[in-house]
């Protein structure tokens, strides 16, 4: 279908297949002075809801004119909902793009799995679309984006070379990747947004990694953006920006000169926010509970200034930063206050470090107020410091500084300073008319126990969950259960038994004790009746209406054996797979038995073990019941995996391994009691990682 004339759909859905290409679609619009009001219709491409993963081709494509302006409607089920390229003057209004695609994610809640983590650090060939969108824009000047929706996939709004644009009062929350992304876009205005739970990479108290996910990012020479209200919590990053591969090559440019203000960036599993090799003005932000509130590595003329960081575990921490102010700011009961440092013996490797001075050097650091700080000032191999007239409350001084610290100003510093305000920090920002309060509501869940995970992105609160708080000594199973206000009841249960109750109401608390089988094959299936709810693929069920939801976990009780073989050019894998089969079915280097396949591979480096030019064999035996499964592998370079003799899954081309993805391969295929794996892998280099897994696939009643 092409639209070249202003027109309004009718409302209705219309169901389109996906294409395998996304450069077309099953709508195109193409002209000038255009509106196209959908009217509430709902393009749908993929029915298999289940399956985001395995989304394809583009919803909406708007091809070429100026001055066209697309609004309520909704795009679901595609890889990319709407994409244009070239529009002057495009306004999406009061659109919904969630729930298109998204990985199937292979980290678990008790082990990250490396083959999840993203790239977002080239965008020259469109690269970022391998990972879909809600909304992808290339070359679109003086866009206007408002009032639109994308949850529930993988990145929400994605620009590149788009300049002097408006992005306010949508949500793009609740995302595997990105909420919002640029790639060599400048002077576009970003306020008033609910960019909140962009996350992946994610266990609380197991680890904490990000993998690249990010509320925004922000990348390659990107300049003079403001990014103002907005609501960034909860995302792998909260604020992600580097200066991009043009200056790491060259060491000209950045990111510079972005407006940084009045954002909450709080409860990042890694940095609230991160800025290098650039330089910004990061002001009145709230920073709370995230592992570093500002990585600035090779910031320089930098201003971080008003902001209210709490409970991180580094408030600010920058390595070779120079020229930077750092003033006026609030800490309380971060574990570290500043850290500033320089490593001299760093190599000169890429272009930046050849080209520019980056001694660390050059702080203002006056006028902030520590509160129950651990540790305030932390640095080393940094000169020319000026810390002055801070005040320091709720303990003791305490610096860690050494001989490496030169031309240090330490002056009027204890619980008695009044820290003065210099009103110039802050600008002349106007809030747009109409702007939503974007912050998260009183009374919603905040916090990082709150970054829940599943297999698909991180939960939403919009549909009902038993979410294990954990298992003790006994295999008693202690639950949180969450989502909107109803009842609850159990249904069945099976690998599991003694709930403390058979029915209640949301939220509240279950306990189950689990089965002492050595099979761990739990499902405890429950009935919700309540508010109206959206389910964790986007289908709508009413209030009132019962929906059916499981608490699902299953673990082999696996037997490793893994055995160690060293190869060389005469057993080469890919130049002489006849002798380096030959090698694999004779003597080991090595041999390790075990229950965890991933640990086993990692422990067993060392001693006549390199972590290059090897190759492993393990070996386990199964009793499976009958069903139907996702069996998955992410292994260091090449790996092929055989059932009961037979090869299952290869992935042996090391030229084709370019993206962390590609690291993984799975398929889905019956199983029924007795079988034996083998997997065979080898890697070149020393990347390492082995992950097996064997998980039911469940379809929703």
Not at 689 to 698: A, E, R, T, W
């Amino acid at each position: 279908m092409l639209i070249n004339h202003s027109v309004t759909i009718k409302k209705k859905l219309y169901h389109f297949e996906g294409g395998d290409s996304l450069s077309t679609a099953p709508i195109t619009i193409d002209g000038n002075n255009i509106t196209v009001d959908f009217n509430g219709a709902v393009i749908e491409g993929s029915t298999d809801y289940e399956n985001p993963d395995k989304f394809k081709g583009t919803g909406i494509i708007i091809k070429s004119g100026r001055n066209i302006t697309l609004k309520n409607l909704t795009v679901k089920g595609f890889k990319v909902g709407v994409l244009a390229r070239g529009i002057e003057a495009l306004r999406i209004i009061n659109g919904d793009f969630g729930y298109n695609f998204r990985q199937h994610l292979n980290s678990t809640r008790k082990a990250e799995d490396l083959a999840d983590w993203q790239s977002y650090h080239h965008n020259e060939k469109d690269e970022w679309l391998r990972f879909g969108a809600g909304i992808y824009l290339r070359d679109c000047n003086s866009a206007d984006i408002h009032d639109n929706t994308v949850t529930g996939g993988q990145c929400g709004l994605m620009m590149t070379n788009c300049h002097n644009g408006l992005v306010y009062n949508n949500n793009f929350s609740f995302n595997s990747g990105i909420g919002i992304g640029m790639y060599r876009s400048s002077g576009n205005q970003v306020l008033n947004n609910k960019i909140d739970w962009n996350v992946r990479g994610f266990s609380l108290g197991v680890y904490y990694r990000g993998q690249d996910s990010a509320g925004i990012l922000i990348f390659e020479q990107c300049d003079n953006n403001t990014f103002a209200y907005n609501s960034v919590t909860h995302s792998g990053d909260g604020f992600f920006l580097w200066a991009g591969q043009t200056s790491m090559d060259t060491g000209e440019g950045g990111c510079n000169d972005n407006l940084v203000f009045g954002n909450d960036f709080s409860y990042a599993p890694t940095n609230g926010v991160e800025i290098t090799f650039s330089r910004n003005q990061i002001i009145n932000n709230i920073i709370h509970d995230c592992w570093h509130g500002v990585w600035g590595g090779f910031s320089y003329n930098t201003v971080i200034a008003n902001n209210d960081f709490a409970a991180n575990l580094s408030a600010i921490a920058i390595e070779h930063g120079s020229n930077n102010i750092i003033d006026q700011n609030t800490f309380n009961g971060d574990k570290a206050g500043l850290e500033l440092w320089s490593n001299p013996k760093r190599p000169k490797d890429i272009g930046y470090l050849q080209k520019r001075d980056t001694r660390s050097m050059n702080y203002s650091i006056k006028n902030n107020a520590f509160t129950n700080v651990k540790n305030i000032f932390s640095i080393y191999n940094t000169s020319q410091i000026n810390i002055s007239n801070n005040r320091v409350s709720g303990g003791t001084i305490q610096q860690k500084m050494d001989s490496t610290v030169k031309d240090l100003v330490f002056d009027k510093v204890g619980d008695q300073v009044k820290p003065v305000t210099d009103s110039s920090y802050f600008p002349h920002l106007k809030r747009i008319p109409g702007g939503q309060n974007a912050m998260l509501p009183a009374g919603h869940p905040k916090g990082k126990k709150y970054i829940m995970m599943t297999e698909w992105g991180p939960y939403s609160f919009n549909y009902p969950i038993a979410w294990l708080e954990k298992t003790d000594s006994t295999g008693k199973m202690y639950f949180d259960l969450l989502g909107p206000a109803g009842d609850w009841k159990i249904i069945k249960i099976r690998g599991a038994s003694a709930p403390s109750a058979s029915s209640g109401k949301f939220p509240g608390t279950l306990t189950l004790q689990k089965d002492t089988a050595e099979l761990t094959d739990i499902d405890v299936e429950m009935e919700y009746k309540g508010e109206g709810i959206v389910s964790p693929f986007g289908v709508k069920n009413a209030a009132g209406y019962p929906y059916i939801f499981h608490y699902r976990e299953f673990e082999l009780p696996w037997r490793w054996q893994t055995k160690w073989f060293a190869f060389d050019t005469t057993n080469d894998p890919l130049k002489n797979e006849a002798k380096f089969k030959t090698l694999l079915f004779g003597r080991p280097v090595k041999i390790i038995k075990g229950p965890d396949l991933n640990k086993l591979f990692g422990s067993g480096f060392g001693k006549n073990i390199p972590k290059e030019k090897i190759a492993t064999v393990s070996t386990s035996d199964i009793n499976i019941p009958d069903g139907l499964y996702r069996v998955g592998i992410s292994a260091s370079e090449m790996v092929r995996v055989y059932l009961d003799d037979k090869l299952v899954i290869e992935n042996w081309n090391p030229a084709k391994l370019i993206y962390d993805a590609d690291y993984h391969r799975d398929t889905v295929i019956p199983l029924r009691g007795k079988h034996s794996i083998r997997i065979e892998q080898a890697q070149y280099g020393d990347y390492g990682m082995l992950n097996f897994s064997i998980q039911p696939v469940y379809k929703s009643k």
